[in-house]
């Protein structure tokens, strides 16, 4: 069920991926599952081996494949290793680890770079499936900036589902965040109208718009999509703007699949894998990076409020296998 019960600590001050310890903790935690996977079936590949072989190489790309970090992803990882390693020094875990660590990393590092953005309202149009956790990602993303000072706002203009609008409104009800909606059918594009309207009266520094996924009838969708955007382009043409794809990094190879579907339909800026702290196919982050090109911007790592964190190329390579 998307609208999942968070909890909401109105004392906390730090927001999620600052550099604090809870950052490395919970990013640990997200890749908990995940990590202990690859790691198991590394112990396993070389146990009683003094040397890296053949038959281990092809053994840890199939491991490499199975965590989703993508089949081109694997063979590069797993190629660079054949040409770069002297055996010698990958025959233990940790210095498999290590150099898979520093392997992933350059990759991920290689990807491009999220946008950058200057000073000035931001209006950031979150898309995504049904069910991937959209509503709760922008409960989070909201959270996040409440705790940075920012005054927030939310669009529901996912109106072809009555459920998306009151998922949303019960969520700004909870954070204190006003809601703009209208009813169940009523035009996306007028929904964000009003919210733009709206924040620019009260001075808002952060709109979030919630959209619908209808990935089944792509033709409809773009054409949503495309109307939201002109409406936007329009009324906020001095508003800082951006889209961010939310995918569920419990699916696996469909949320790569969702992620090409939409990059066709929309210019996405940056994606939000959330749940990742659900699955042991968190090498997802990378396949999207590598094989999509599209910089991976945040991670869901748990079902608090505040367990969103950024995306550090280094630190998340670390986590994943180091």
């Given at each position: 069920m998307e609208d999942e019960i968070l909890e909401i600590a109105p004392e906390a001050r730090v927001p999620a991926g600052d550099d604090s310890a809870g950052f490395w903790k919970k990013l640990k935690r997200g890749l908990f599952m995940t990590h202990t996977e690859?790691?198991?079936?590394?112990?396993?590949?070389l146990t009683g081996k003094a040397v890296l072989d053949e038959a281990t190489?092809?053994?840890?790309?199939?491991?490499?494949?199975?965590?989703?970090?993508?089949?081109?992803?694997?063979?590069?990882?797993?190629?660079?290793?054949?040409?770069?390693?002297?055996?010698?020094?990958?025959?233990?875990?940790?210095?498999?680890r290590k150099m898979l660590s520093d392997e992933v990393a350059d990759l991920l590092q290689a990807a491009p770079r999220p946008r950058t953005f200057g000073q000035g309202p931001m209006l950031t149009l979150v898309v995504g499936v049904n069910?991937?956790?959209?509503?709760?990602?922008?409960?989070?993303?909201?959270r996040r900036e409440q705790l940075?000072?920012?005054?927030?706002?939310?669009?529901?203009?996912?109106?072809?589902?009555?459920?998306?609008?009151?998922?949303?409104?019960?969520?700004?009800?909870r954070l204190g965040i006003e809601v703009v909606r209208?009813?169940?059918?009523?035009?996306?594009?007028?929904?964000?109208?009003?919210?733009?309207h709206a924040a620019r009266a009260r001075k808002v520094g952060q709109l979030f718009v919630d959209t619908a996924g209808r990935l089944h009838t792509k033709d409809h969708l773009m054409a949503e999509l495309s109307k939201v955007r002109r409406v936007i382009d329009?009324?906020?043409?001095?508003?800082?703007?951006?889209?961010?794809?939310?995918?569920?990094?419990?699916?696996?190879?469909?949320?790569?699949?969702q992620a090409?579907?939409?990059?066709?339909?929309?210019?996405?800026?940056?994606?939000?894998?959330?749940?990742?702290?659900?699955?042991?196919?968190?090498?997802?982050?990378?396949?999207?990076?590598?094989?999509?090109?599209?910089?991976?911007?945040?991670?869901?790592?748990?079902?608090?409020?505040?367990?969103?964190?950024?995306?550090?190329?280094?630190?998340?390579?670390?986590a994943l296998l180091g």
């Open positions: 690859i790691v198991e079936k590394m112990s396993a590949a190489l092809e053994y840890l790309e199939e491991v490499l494949i199975q965590a989703d970090l993508g089949v081109d992803t694997a063979l590069e990882l797993i190629e660079r290793l054949r040409r770069n390693a002297l055996k010698e020094q990958a025959a233990s875990v940790e210095s498999l069910g991937v956790g959209k509503t709760t990602s922008i409960a989070k993303l909201a940075r000072g920012e005054k927030v706002l939310l669009a529901a203009a996912d109106t072809f589902r009555a459920a998306a609008i009151e998922q949303l409104a019960l969520w700004g009800e209208q009813g169940q059918g009523a035009d996306p594009g007028a929904v964000v109208y009003d919210a733009i329009r009324e906020a043409p001095e508003w800082q703007k951006r889209t961010l794809l939310v995918l569920d990094a419990t699916t696996g190879q469909n949320a790569l699949a090409k579907t939409f990059s066709q339909v929309a210019a996405v800026d940056g994606v939000l894998l959330a749940k990742l702290d659900g699955t042991a196919k968190g090498g997802m982050a990378v396949a999207i990076a590598r094989e999509l090109k599209l910089p991976v911007l945040y991670l869901g790592v748990g079902e608090k409020a505040d367990d969103l964190i950024d995306f550090r190329p280094r630190e998340f390579a670390s």
